[in-house]
């Protein structure tokens, strides 16, 4: 059996059900990250991002993707030459405004609702209570996990926002 001090007793039992708890959630974390659609991250989470916060530039966009500055501008440039972004007026530091296209629009709208479709079935099995529950216990977590406004970017960058009233991470940025 598993022994968190590694010499084979189990001196604290919370150590054991935290440890458990932990893989639990890693677990299906990484079954969420699964069912998320494919192959669409990177693209989608700048995409989301300039949908929600139109007008920022490229060194703006890049901190909650986690991206360099030339790794931002390539994505950047892939979503104009797929006609999903345009570049705008100047804005902050030189760089150009970025917002949507109507099809960058829709693009967003199709990933939001096949995304929320596939979290949805991760939810079935548990009761009306239980969710709500889980809820609380999200909203708790997240919060805790923002670390001011760069965090909040970070953490939503694939939110769906319209359906996020009371969101967490914003309150706690």
Do not use: Y
């Not at 893989?23 to 494919?38: D, I, S, Y």
């Not at 989301?48 to 901190?63: C, D, Q, S």
Request: glycine residues 10%; charged residues 30%; hydrophobic residues 40%.
């Amino acid at each position: 059996m598993f022994s968190p001090s590694g010499d084979g007793t189990n001196r604290d039992s919370r150590n054991v059900w935290d440890a458990r708890t932990a893989n639990l959630l890693g677990a299906l974390g990484l079954e969420a990250a699964t069912v998320m659609p494919a192959g669409r991250g990177a693209t989608m989470g700048a995409l989301v991002t300039i949908a929600a916060h139109p007008n920022r530039t490229v060194e703006e966009l890049r901190e909650p993707l986690g991206l360099s500055q030339p790794g931002a501008a390539r994505l950047v440039q892939r979503l104009v030459d797929a006609g999903l972004v345009e570049r705008g007026g100047p804005g902050g530091r030189g760089g150009l405004r970025l917002s949507c296209t109507d099809e960058g629009r829709r693009a967003v709208n199709a990933f939001a609702e096949e995304r929320r479709a596939e979290l949805l079935e991760l939810l079935d099995p548990l009761t009306e209570v239980e969710r709500e529950q889980l809820e609380s216990m999200l909203e708790r977590m997240l919060a805790a996990r923002t670390e001011g406004v760069p965090g909040a970017k970070r953490l939503c960058r694939l939110c769906e926002r319209r359906v996020c009233e009371r969101c967490p991470v914003a309150r706690a940025a």
